[in-house]
């Protein structure tokens, strides 16, 4: 098991977020979370990636425990996430902006001086379709390539898990179809997945698993199949249950 998320409460002041989550994430896999809007989603990627404290249970990644550890030390483990909204460095070129994700992305294989890094980056650039906009500065890009951008940044850090934030998010339809092919390329490479996603064709296209939340607790956790016809899960997934 790559992911393990066992009984994870997050708090803000006198609402939980989350209650007592737990799911897992086995290596290779596309796994989908869903829920409405405040389900606790975004929430639980800020729990496993470390930007979140808990204020209960644990997150063990590879066996080991992650918890409380800091977001670099466990981007460095090898699980890394994109946001929701989206964060380049304002001032920076694209391939400068990925750059510092090979620099500070897996200890196990780190590039050593800044000249590997910069390969590095140009090769996630290449994979994501963004070598054309290498040098541009990354406020110039359009949403779509700032998208893939972030997918790129998380890439360069050598991930074996990316947790991916509405990385489709504001797309068009054949954006999105380029984004799914996409992420199938990422689960081609050994990468797992763990992506939060609207839309049901994007899930029904790329997840083994869906795991849904609801007022932050978990309502449905299997096949990605067995999920998409569940009344109570739909309804939840579209914001339409009681």
């Known amino acids: 098991m790559l992911l393990e998320v066992c009984d994870v409460s997050v708090q803000f002041g006198g609402l939980r977020a989350l209650n007592g989550v737990s799911f897992t994430v086995d290596e290779g896999e596309i796994v989908g979370l869903v829920g409405a809007n405040g389900a606790g989603k975004s929430t639980m990627v800020g729990a496993v990636s470390g930007a979140l404290g808990r204020h209960g249970g644990k997150v063990f990644f590879d066996g080991r425990d992650i918890s409380g550890l ?28 990925v750059t510092l994700g090979a620099l500070y992305g897996s200890m196990s294989d780190r590039p050593v001086g800044l000249a590997a890094a910069r390969r590095l980056a ?12 290498a040098d541009l500065a990354c406020d110039t890009l359009n949403a779509s390539q ?71 607790e978990k309502i449905a956790d299997g096949p990605a199949a067995e999920v998409l016809t569940d009344r109570r899960a739909l309804g939840v997934y579209f914001g339409t249950a009681a």
Do not use: W, Y
């Open 146 to 216: 700032r998208r893939r951008l972030e997918i790129a940044r998380a890439l360069a850090a050598r991930p074996r898990l990316i947790l991916l934030d509405e990385c489709l998010s504001g797309l068009n339809s054949g954006e999105i179809d380029h984004g799914i092919s996409l992420v199938r390329a990422i689960r081609a490479r050994g990468i797992a997945v763990l992506i939060i996603e609207h839309m049901v064709r994007v899930m029904s296209a790329l997840a083994d698993r869906i795991v849904v939340l609801d007022r932050g």
């Open 70 to 97: 800091a977001p670099s030390r466990i981007a460095g483990m090898g699980l890394v996430r994109t946001f929701q909204l989206v964060q380049p460095f304002h001032g920076l070129t694209a391939i400068e902006c």
């Open 122 to 133: 140009g090769e996630a650039l290449d994979f994501a379709g963004l070598s054309k906009v």
